[in-house]
Structure formats: structure tokens, C-alpha cells
């Protein structure tokens, strides 16, 4: 399984960006499985921001909710991260990850596969 984020950047607090997560040897066509976001901030413990499953039901952390929205295009084997209102405190390299298991939730120990990461910094 390889996973490829894209889309990280700088912006001003207030912007948007828009992540993208390309899966290969990993289909989102599969019922039991889960999606997420997680981002890392220097000196700070990776955290979840966003998942998705199979039946396409999300979660996300209370901190971005009404801000971000996590969405999959299963014809292109693409996990996206739409972020908006973007604030200072949301800059992190930012990770995708997968797993099959549904009940990984925002817990990083329950996702096996990770991709490099992308990074996102918000200037106030």
C-alpha cells in the first residue's frame, strides 16, 4: 500500500487549501475500511483530524469541525481534505493514513499505512 499526499502549503489565516491522498495497492471500494487525516506539529503529538469509511460516514476532531471536510473519489482512488477558515493553529505536516479496520477512528495506533506527508503553515 503507498500513499501519496499533495496539495500542502503556506497561506494567511482565513485561506483555504485543499489536500489530496492518492492510494495505490489500497481500494476504497472496500466496505471495511476507514480513512483519515492526521497532523503533526513540532514538538507535539500526531493527532486525527478527519476520517471517512466505507459507507462514507465521517468523523472529525471538534477543533475543525464546520471547517474542514474530508471526502473520497473512489473512481480515482482519492482521499481529498477540503480546509477552510484556516487559523495559525492548524499548522502541521499533515499525513494520510489507511487501515481495515472500521473502528480505527482518530486513533493513529489504528491505521497501518501512512503516507509522507505534506506541509501546511498558517500565517497570522
Known amino acids: 500500500v503507498q500513499l501519496v499526499e499533495s496539495g500542502g502549503g503556506s497561506v494567511q489565516a482565513g485561506g483555504s487549501l485543499r489536500l489530496s491522498c492518492a492510494a495505490f495497492?489500497?481500494?476504497?471500494?472496500?466496505?471495511?475500511?476507514?480513512m483519515g487525516w492526521f497532523r503533526q506539529a513540532p514538538g507535539k503529538e500526531r493527532e486525527g483530524v478527519a476520517t471517512?469509511?466505507?459507507?462514507?460516514?465521517?468523523d472529525y476532531r471538534v477543533s475543525v469541525k464546520g471547517r474542514f471536510t474530508i471526502s473520497k473519489d473512489t473512481a480515482k482512488n482519492t482521499l481529498y481534505l477540503q480546509m477552510n477558515s484556516l487559523k495559525p493553529e492548524d499548522t502541521a505536516t499533515y499525513y494520510c493514513a489507511a487501515s481495515y479496520n472500521l473502528w480505527a477512528g482518530l486513533v493513529a495506533s489504528g491505521y497501518p499505512y501512512w503516507g509522507q506527508g505534506t506541509q501546511v503553515t498558517v500565517s497570522s
Open positions: 495497492g489500497y481500494t476504497y471500494n472496500d466496505y471495511y475500511y476507514r
Open positions: 471517512i469509511d466505507g459507507n462514507g460516514i465521517t
